[in-house]
């Protein structure tokens, strides 16, 4: 397909259309005449390439939608947390705005920079989902400023991130895990945190409440289905991905230290997680 073809479908100008080649997100063919010769795939992605732009992304991130389809969920995401950061730094220039003291500005620039540190590294050291998904899970205890000791500790978890090798996994896992986060916005992950949060508040009520789901889920665990499903794969590898870089030796305590929040919900985790194993003892040994 000629290049005026290419332009009537997809509405593009010549200038747009190879200015895409040269980023390298179409790859038409180029003739012994020096004329390129576009394939519909090439019409295909400029078309979404054409929409994408009018959502508001970046070349960037639209080379690496293009380079995988699976990554819109992660995409999404992205902008999501870009929005967050944005709201933080409005919020900010309204207390500017309406006068107020330059120590309770500084807190909240604090806490904004932190967010953004953090979330910056996870993505690095768990592309994808996982570091959307680690990121949801600690966000919310991010919501104060860091002490002197708690700058110390948040400048050795992130310098500990920025030194993990990448979390390596299939293009198959990749894809089924982008398929399965597709269903998780930020919302819905922040709402997971709640309810997880909720939870350990009282172990042996939330318990009861949900015997019969948590029993289901035990004996999904216990299934072949589960044993030869992907999501087992992974978490296998992510568990000993975990141990090998001793992330519970090492990042746990360093949060502890700059998130007294965090610190609160870690101990009351542990103690969950013993009354669970408990109650769970109780249950089956009744049976």
């Known amino acids: 397909m000629q ?11 010549r200038k747009a259309i190879i200015y895409y080649e040269e980023k390298g997100l179409i790859h038409p063919v180029k003739l012994e005449n020096g004329y ?3 394939s519909e795939k090439d019409v295909a992605i400029l078309i979404q390439i054409s929409l994408l732009r ?19 969920a992660s995409l999404l995401r992205n902008k999501e947390h870009q929005l967050d950061m944005e709201k933080s730094r409005l919020e900010i220039l309204t207390m500017m705005l309406h006068g107020a003291n330059k120590d309770q500005i500084n807190e909240k620039i604090n806490v904004l920079e932190a967010e953004e540190s953090m979330y910056s590294q996870l993505k690095r050291a768990f592309p994808g989902y996982f570091g959307d998904m680690l990121f949801a899970t600690y966000q919310p205890f991010f919501n104060q400023p860091l002490d002197n000791e708690g700058k110390e500790a948040f ?21 089924y895990i982008e398929n399965m986060s597709s269903y998780f916005d930020r919302q819905t992950l922040q709402a997971i945190h709640q309810t997880k949060q909720e939870a350990i508040e009282n172990v042996e009520i939330w318990f009861k409440d949900n015997k019969d ?18 999501m087992k794969q992974i978490q296998d590898k992510l568990q000993v991905y975990m141990k090998q870089n001793k992330y519970y030796e090492i990042a746990i305590p360093l949060m502890c230290k700059f998130s007294k929040s965090y610190d609160s919900y870690y101990k009351k ?5 013993e009354q669970y194993i408990h109650c769970t003892q109780d249950i089956y040994s009744k049976e």
């Open 36 to 38: 390129r010769e576009y």
């Open 269 to 273: 985790l542990l103690k969950a997680n």
């Open 54 to 72: 009018k959502l508001g992304m970046t070349i960037s991130e639209i080379g690496q939608y293009v380079s995988d389809e699976n990554s819109l």
């Open 3 to 13: 290049r005026k073809e290419v332009q009537k479908q997809t509405g593009l100008t």
């Open 155 to 175: 400048r050795q978890y992130i310098e500990y991130l920025d030194d993990l090798p990448p979390f390596e996994i299939s293009q198959e896992e990749k894809k």
């Open 213 to 230: 789901i948590l029993a289901q889920y035990k004996s999904y665990k216990n299934s072949e289905a589960y044993r030869k499903s992907p």
